[in-house]
T-cell receptor, first 111, second 115 residues
Framework: DAKTTQPPSMDCAEGRAANLPCNHS???????VYWYRQIHSQGPQYIIH???NNETNEMASLIITEDRKSSTLILPHATLRDTAVYYC????????????FGGGTRVLVKP | DVKVTQSSRYLVKRTGEKVFLECVQD?????MFWYRQDPGLGLRLIYF???????EKGDIPEGYSVSREKKERFSLILESASTNQTSMYLC??????????????FGAGSRLTVL
């Protein structure tokens, strides 16, 4: 698996965009970038994933650099409920997968 | 709208007891997973299954076993619970490879305390 590197923590202001970086310089051509988050005392929640192109859904946007060595998850208008640990994972989409969650980024949205 | 249901939210057991953690999903997913989560150690994969009656060891299978007799149900078994198995246990499911194998839906978790 390609290893990912995320900052351990970051703060952002309520109502502002939150930009969460992830480095994955050893990513392979067939590996996707996945983002999950875990709100305190809950199970992780899938947010978004992408291969090469930028992706957007109702929760967030995913920007992947052209060389695919890094990506950014964007929460366009952060709310207090977005306070969570955010995990960036790189993996192929194949049977028998073992999805590994690293340390993630602890995001605190402040009023 | 509950899709992955874990039978018990909180359990307290004694050392040496046999413990069953049940997980049921209603999304007809092929893959199912059991993780445990501990402070400072993150999520660690215990076992996973990609088909009925199939199981694969994860990163920390010691002290655990699993059962998958039906597609929708994946059980985690602690044959003889020990205090170091006190943890939050998380079940998840996903579609097969090539169609979203890494888009996991998690349950709410089962917090097990072994005394």
């Amino acid at each position: 698996d390609a290893k990912t590197t995320q900052p351990p923590s970051m703060d952002c202001a309520e109502g502002r965009a939150a930009n969460l970086p992830c480095n994955h310089s050893t990513i392979s051509g067939n590996e996707y970038v996945y983002w999950y988050r875990q709100i305190h005392s809950q199970g992780p929640q899938y947010i978004i994933h992408g291969l090469k192109n930028n992706e957007t859904n109702e929760m967030a946007s995913l920007i992947i650099t052209e060389d695919r060595k890094s990506s950014t998850l964007i929460l366009p208008h952060a709310t207090l409920r977005d306070t969570a640990v955010y995990y960036c994972i790189v993996r192929v989409d194949a049977a028998g997968n073992k999805l590994t969650f690293g340390g993630g980024t602890r995001v605190l949205v402040k009023p | 709208d509950v899709k992955v249901t874990q039978s018990s939210r909180y359990l307290v057991k004694r050392t040496g007891e046999k413990v069953f953690l049940e997980c049921v999903q209603d999304m007809d997913h092929e893959n199912m997973f059991w993780y445990r989560q501990d402070p400072g150690l993150g999520l660690r994969l215990i076992y996973f299954s990609y088909d009925v009656k199939m199981k694969e060891k994860g990163d920390i299978p010691e002290g655990y076993s699993v059962s998958r007799e039906k597609k929708e149900r994946f059980s985690l078994i602690l044959e003889s619970a020990s205090t170091n198995q006190t943890s939050m246990y998380l079940c998840a499911s996903s579609l097969p490879g090539g169609s979203g194998a890494n888009v996991l839906t998690f349950g709410a978790g089962s917090r097990l305390t072994v005394l």
